[in-house]
């Protein structure tokens, strides 16, 4: 099993659309996770940290769910400008060096 | 906002040969890192780098491969004999080491083995 799963997409979505992406983990001791946005063949950029009590950054909401293991990224009223692959990531609580470990990404395209 | 710096931007070499790909992490930063992304594949950790040594290490980063903090501001990855399989888009990253799990990545060296 992968150690981060994410359907690799691609999403295609009209402009304002509300698109969810899903993640799951394989190692109950992950301890932090994180989206990450990656344009093409650009290094991938930190868009937010999630918590298990879900936190949203404007039109981005996260949220987690330990007990299925299980993290998902919601974005309202997509711009052009969301067109990327989003990068689902976590930290193992054992790896001391906070080493990540990413899943392979969901593209989104947002169309006008 | 401070930068992690890669050069250089593209790298081509032909197989066997020695390449060396260099970083300068953000000053201040303490936790050192390459990864890399093989074209169409996922994000794939290959070392971390603390205190002056190596602290975590992939099954990627084989004996082909090393580091290198020489001068306590660049940080090199050198693959002594590369493979066609070692092209990819190699990323350095830096972190602080209190505070924050973010990691910043640096732009990026493509790599490509002939």
């Known amino acids: 099993r992968k150690e981060v799963e994410q359907d690799p997409g691609p999403f295609n979505v009209p402009e304002g659309a509300t698109v969810a992406f899903n993640c799951t983990y394989s190692n109950s001791a992950s301890q932090s996770f994180f989206w990450y946005r990656q344009d093409c063949r650009k290094e991938p950029k930190l868009l937010m940290s999630?918590?298990?009590s879900g936190n949203e950054d404007g039109r981005f909401t996260a949220q987690l769910n330990r007990a299925s293991q299980y993290i998902s990224l919601l974005i309202r009223d997509s711009k052009l400008s969301d067109s990327a692959t989003y990068l689902c990531v976590v930290n193992i609580l054992w790896s001391n060096t906070g080493k990540l470990i990413f899943g392979q990404g969901t593209t989104l395209q947002v169309k006008p | 906002e401070p930068e992690v710096t890669q050069t250089p931007s593209h790298q081509v070499t032909q197989m066997g040969q020695e390449v060396i790909l260099h970083c300068v992490p953000i000053s201040n930063h303490l936790y050192f890192y390459w990864y890399r992304q093989i074209l169409g594949q996922k994000v794939e950790f290959l070392v971390s780098f603390y205190n002056n040594e190596i602290s975590e290490k992939s099954e990627i980063f084989d004996d082909q491969f090393s580091v290198e903090r020489p001068d306590g501001s660049n940080f090199t990855l050198k693959i002594r004999s590369t493979k066609l399989e070692d092209s990819a888009m190699y990323f350095c990253?830096?972190?602080?080491?209190?505070?924050?799990?973010?990691?910043?990545f640096g732009s990026g060296t493509q790599l490509s083995v002939l």
């Open positions: 999630v918590y298990s």
């Open positions: 990253a830096s972190r602080p080491g209190t505070g924050t799990e973010k990691l910043f």
